[in-house]
C-alpha cells in the first residue's frame, strides 16, 4: 500500500508539472501572438548588442555581388540605422536577408515589383501575416553567430564514421545470448559494453556539442518551410514551390533526428522521457550515430539549405516591408512606391526616415545638384535623405516620400570620411581614393547610370588646390551617365561650375539674436555670410568680432588676405 501510495504520488506531481508547463506554454504562445497583432503600425523595440551586428551580415558576406553598396556609402548614410529602423524580422534568416537586400540595389523591376506584391498582401491580411511571424517565430535566432557560421563549422567538422559505434552495438547481442546461458557472464559482458560507450559517450559529446546545435537550426528551417507551405499564401506560390523542393531534398537528413535533439531543438531535456532518452543515447551512441548521417547529408544539399534561407528570409523581409509601411502610415509621415522612368530624378515631399517631424523638400535633378549654406542649415541631411530614398526604391520598393521617379542607380558617396589610423593613412588621402571609386565606377560601362554624393570635395586640402582640384572633380562627376549631389562652403564653386550644376541652398534665419535653421531647399546659391554673425550670438569677444568683419570686407575688395 506504501508503495501504491508513493508511486501515486510521483505520478501526481510529474502529471501536475507536465500541466504547468502545458498552460505556461499556451500562455506565452498567446502572449507572443498578440505583441505580433499590436506591434503592426509601432515602431521596432529591438536591442542591438556589439555582436549582433557581427552576425547580421553574414548573408550578405556570403552572397557578394557586383553593384551593392560599399561600405563607404553604407557608412555615410548611417544606414546600420535605417536598417533597425525597418527590422520588424524575428529570425535569424529574416534578419540577415533583410540586411542583404538593403545592401543589393541592383534588383531587375520585376522583382521589385513581385517583393511590393507580397508586403502589400502581408499588410492587407493580419491573420495570414501573423501565421507565417509565428512560424519564423520558431525557427528563432542564433544568437552572436550568423546562419553561415554554423554551417561552415558543419563543413569544418568533415565526414565522421559510424562503424566503431556499430560494432560495439553489435556486441550487445551476443552478450544478451550469452545471459540465457551464463547470466553473471552476461551481465557482465552488458556492463563492460556500457561502461566503454558512456566512458567515451561524454568525449565526443563535448566536441560536436556546437555542431548539433547548427544541426537543430537546420531541422527548425525545414519544420518552417514545410509549415509555411501548408499556409498555402495564394501571393506565395512561387516561393511555396521552392520551398517544398528543397524540403523534399533534405527530408532524408531528418531521419532519426528525434535521437540527436528534442523537437525544441536543445541538445538535453529536462523531462522524465528526455532523461531516459539520455540514458540510452549514452549507452548506445544513438544520437551519435544519427548525428553522423544527418552531417553527412546536409553536406551533400548545402545549395538547398542556401535556398531555404533565401526563401523564408525574402518573405519575411515582405513582412518587415509591409510593416514598416504601416508604421509610417500610422506616423503620417507617408510613403509612395517609386517609378523607375526617365533620365532625370524626381521626388516630391522627399524625407529623411530616421527624423522624427522632418521637414520635407522635393527635388527635380536634370544634371548635377550643387548645394551650398552655412553648417548646420540641412546640406548634408539632405544629400543622405536623398541617397537613402534612392536606395530603399531601389531595394524595398519604398520611398519616405509623396513621388519618387527616377532611373535605377549605381549609388556611392564620399561623406563622413576620417583619417585611417590604421594604415597611417591622413583624410585627404582618405578623401581622393573615395572619390577616385567613384570616377572609376562612373567609367564602366552599365546600363545604370551613377548616382554619387559628395559632401565638401578635398575638405582635407587648403583653399586653392581644394577649389581647383574640386572643380576639375565636379567636372567630371556631370557626364551623362552619373548623377551628382555635392554640398560645399567654397561658393566659388557655384560660378565656376554654373554650366554643369543646378545650384540650391539651405538658409538659417537669425530673430531677435537667436539663429534658426528652416530646413528648406531654395534654389540658387547661398546668399547671406552669418559665419561671423553666429559668433556674435555665441558670446564671442564683440573685438574678435569687429576684427574678423573687417578682415573679410578688406578680402573681397581686394583679394588679399591683411590682418587688420
Known sequence: MEY??????????????????????????????KKLYESFGKRPDKEYKVERFLRIPGYYENHREPGQIDDITWNDLSMDQVFMRLNYTISSSGEEVLYYLLRTPNRAQEELQYFDTLANYFGEHQEQRVAFQKIMGNLGNT??????????????LGSRSNLKDTIVNLLYLPAVVLM??????????????????ITTYLGIKREIEPYI?????????????????????????????????????????????????????????????????????????????????????????????????TSLGYL?????????????????????RPSFRGSRLEAEQLYHPLIEKPVKNSIFAVRGVLLTGSNASGKSTFL?????????????????????????????SSMSLRDDLESGESYYMVEIKALKRILDAAAQESDRPVL??????????????????????????AGADILCFAATHDIELTELLAGQYDNY??????????????????????????????????????????????QAENFLQQGIWKLS
Request: proline fraction near 2%.
Open 4 to 33: 501504491l501510495i508513493f508511486w501515486g504520488a510521483m505520478i501526481l506531481v510529474l502529471g501536475f508539472v507536465a500541466l504547468q508547463g502545458f498552460l505556461s506554454n499556451r500562455r506565452d504562445k498567446k502572449r507572443f501572438e
Open 143 to 156: 544568437g552572436k553567430f550568423s546562419l553561415y557560421d554554423y554551417l561552415e563549422y558543419l563543413h569544418s
Open 180 to 197: 540465457f546461458f551464463r547470466l553473471p557472464a552476461g551481465l557482465a559482458a552488458i556492463a563492460v559494453l556500457m561502461v566503454y560507450n
Open 213 to 309: 546545435t547548427s544541426l537543430a537550426y537546420i531541422t527548425r528551417l525545414l519544420a518552417a518551410a514545410e509549415k509555411t507551405a501548408e499556409l498555402k499564401l495564394p501571393v506565395c506560390e512561387r516561393d511555396n514551390e521552392r520551398l517544398r523542393q528543397d524540403r523534399k531534398a533534405l527530408a532524408k537528413s531528418q531521419r532519426g533526428s528525434f535521437w540527436v535533439f528534442s523537437k525544441t531543438g536543445n541538445t538535453t531535456g529536462g523531462s522524465p522521457l528526455d532523461i531516459l532518452l539520455d540514458y540510452v543515447r549514452m549507452a548506445f551512441h544513438v544520437d551519435l550515430i544519427f548525428f553522423n548521417r544527418m552531417l553527412r547529408e546536409i553536406g551533400l544539399h548545402g545549395e538547398e539549405i542556401d535556398r531555404l534561407i
Open 316 to 336: 519575411e523581409s515582405a513582412v518587415s516591408t509591409a510593416m514598416y509601411r504601416a508604421s509610417l502610415e500610422a506616423e503620417d509621415a507617408g510613403w509612395c
Open 384 to 412: 543622405k535623405t536623398v541617397a537613402i530614398g534612392a536606395l530603399l526604391a531601389q531595394t524595398l520598393y519604398t520611398v519616405t516620400a509623396d513621388a519618387y521617379a527616377a532611373p535605377q542607380y549605381r549609388i556611392y
Open 452 to 477: 554619387c554624393f559628395v559632401d565638401e570635395v578635398l575638405r582635407g586640402t587648403n583653399t586653392v588646390e581644394r577649389i581647383a582640384a574640386g572643380t576639375q572633380i565636379l567636372l567630371s562627376l
Open 505 to 550: 541652398h539651405f538658409e538659417e534665419e537669425i530673430r531677435e539674436g537667436d539663429i534658426l535653421f528652416p530646413y528648406t531647399l531654395q534654389k540658387g546659391k547661398a546668399g547671406s555670410r552669418n559665419a561671423i554673425r553666429l559668433l556674435e550670438i555665441m558670446g564671442y569677444e564683440p573685438s574678435i568680432i569687429e576684427r574678423a568683419q573687417q
